[in-house]
């Protein structure tokens, strides 16, 4: 579904849930704060490392939302999932060795996100041995569904922090507060893993685009201004339909399984 698509839904579940909507749509914003702004710093910190201090001097190596958020980008990633911030300004002529450089700080904002994805899955796996009774803990196990303590994409209890279904999961839970915790840390996992994935897509303005050009082209991806901006409208109004939503709702899924079942082993 397109963007417009989804903003009716909000709207449609904001009448029947309206606690847990807004409960979502704070939890939401925490984490899209965190993801888009730590990935947007992550590339201007790396290219100072590297002898570039543009994003310095020009103040983006801040935590201020002011200085990152981007509307349509946003909006676009809280109701597809899928978004971006104003990219941080490097000058490449900088760095102390180029093609090593480029590709370091092109890979930087990927690699925050990543990192936040797996802290996050890691907090929660530890979350839901302290949430869930050793009884169903040990059900799971013996079935071997543990995953299905973080997997949100694929199984309840998991699914139930996007869908206000806490009540039904009540009685097998030692601590309701925790639950609500981890709902942020699974959004917050959700999050990073889909930027992470959508940012390798190669296609400017795209992290995943640069890294290709620089690593197995060597620079000669390279278009002029024209085509770029071209590319990239084209590419706004793709994202903007929802075209994209389903290919990389299957792809999250599938990557959000597999690190499931690793951190299911906590549990």
């Known amino acids: 579904m397109g963007i417009f698509s989804n903003i ?51 103040g983006r190596l801040t935590l201020d939302p002011r200085k990152h958020l981007d509307p349509l980008g946003t909006l676009c990633m809280v109701f597809l999932r899928v978004g971006w ?47 869930w009774q050793p009884d169903l803990i040990s059900y799971a196990a013996q079935t071997e569904r543990k995953s299905m303590f973080l997997d949100i994409y694929h199984y309840n209890p998991a699914n139930a922090v996007y869908g206000g279904d806490y009540a039904a999961w ?16 699974l959004m917050l996992a959700q999050m990073n893993l889909g930027l992470a ?30 085509t770029m901006q071209i590319i990239h409208t084209v590419f706004l109004v793709v994202c903007i339909s929802g075209l994209l939503s389903g290919f990389l709702t299957t792809v999250n899924g ?6 499931s079942n690793l951190f299911a082993l906590l549990i």
């Open 254 to 259: 599938a990557v959000f399984g597999a690190v």
């Open 170 to 185: 009540a009685d097998y839970s030692s601590s309701t507060v925790l639950m609500y915790v981890q709902r942020l840390f």
């Open 197 to 226: 994935i959508f940012n390798l897509i190669p296609v400017p303005p795209l992290d995943g685009y640069r890294f290709v050009d620089e690593f197995v082209f060597r620079g000669r991806l390279a278009m002029n201004p024209q």
């Open 8 to 58: 009716t839904g909000f709207f449609s579940q904001l009448r029947s849930d309206p606690a847990g909507t807004l409960i979502t749509f704070v939890y939401m914003a925490v984490c899209i704060l965190l993801s888009l702004i730590l990935h947007e710093v992550a590339h201007g910190a790396m290219a100072l490392r590297c002898g570039d201090a543009t994003a310095k001097w020009l």
């Open 85 to 131: 911030a104003k990219p941080v300004p490097i000058n490449p002529r900088n760095f102390r060795n180029y093609r090593r450089d480029y590709i370091l700080v092109s890979l930087a904002g990927i690699m925050v996100n990543l990192a936040l994805f797996l802290l996050s899955m890691l907090i929660s796996a530890l979350l839901a041995k302290a949430i």
